[in-house]
């Protein structure tokens, strides 16, 4: 049950972060500008799952209130990288909760895909970077 429950958070945290085009991620965390971030991530949801403009506010709504409480966590956590990771993630599950509440059932099972889909895409990134680092600290021992 544990584990499930983990697996999820890992999921609901790497979309959160995945879904966002490079260049809005580096916006968020030079000067964050809410408009525009939730602006993209609206604009991506509404052409994957087809969101009524009725959805497209709610989960607007969702969206800049969840961004708002974790910039506040941030800012509370600042010296403690885990605690702001941990609060992160909490904030994240309740986030997609209730962007799953305002789905259909179709819409949820697009949206959970996807969840799933940018889980593996991140998993592959990170044993990329571990096959990486290990290479690179074998060639520097063999120097």
Do not use: C
């Amino acid at each position: 049950m544990k584990s499930k429950t983990l697996r999820w958070r890992v999921i609901l945290l790497s979309w959160f972060l995945l879904i966002l085009p490079a260049n809005a991620l580096t916006q968020v965390r030079q000067i964050f500008n809410i408009d525009e971030f939730t602006g993209v991530r609206i604009d991506s949801l509404k052409q994957w799952l087809n969101l009524t403009n009725g959805q497209a506010a709610k989960i607007d709504t969702i969206l800049r209130t969840h961004v708002a409480l974790m910039m506040k966590e941030r800012e509370a956590k600042k010296d403690d990288r885990k605690e702001i990771h941990k609060a992160m993630q909490a904030q994240t599950e309740k986030m997609h909760q209730e962007i799953l509440a305002v789905l259909t059932l179709e819409q949820k099972l697009k949206y959970r895909e996807i969840l799933m889909m940018r889980q593996t895409e991140t998993e592959q990134k990170k044993k990329e970077k571990q096959k990486a680092k290990k290479k690179e600290k074998i060639d520097s021992q063999e120097q």
